[in-house]
């Protein structure tokens, strides 16, 4: 078998080219970014929104999950962007006690399994929830400053 050898010239030219398509910054790689969507009143997400970076403002209100089993593999994060008791809900179309959560607070770690609703109570600008389907429960990893609801 024969084997090809890239002369250095070529390799440098290769290396600079993948330099210009990628720029390398002091806090990490630029240029990458996650699609966001803002949420400023009671509605639901879709399959469509995975991956998007969701941010919450306005007054407090619920915001519907999609179906659960349907959503395998999707995921959302989710951010207060206003000091507010904003509510994730499952689709209670759909599901029954479909959520399960881990939350880290100022005061404590809580688990909770088989719920319906997750409010951020007392609600901070930066609260956020993770949320991820793994087909059988929506697992949510909470992080506010007091305590999260589960209801």
Known sequence: MGSKRIGLARTQALIENLKRDLTLGGAGLQGVTRPTKSVT?????????????????????????????????????????????????EDATVDTDKLSMVSVNASATERDHAFTTATLSSGTIGDRFHIYSNGAFWIITAFANAAVAAA
């Open 41 to 89: 009143s009671t509605g639901a997400l879709t399959a469509a929104d995975s991956g998007k970076i969701i941010t919450l403002t306005g007054s407090a209100f619920t915001l519907t999950l999609p179906g659960c089993v349907a959503s395998a593999g999707c995921y959302f994060d989710i951010v207060a962007g206003a000091a507010e008791n904003y509510v994730v809900s």
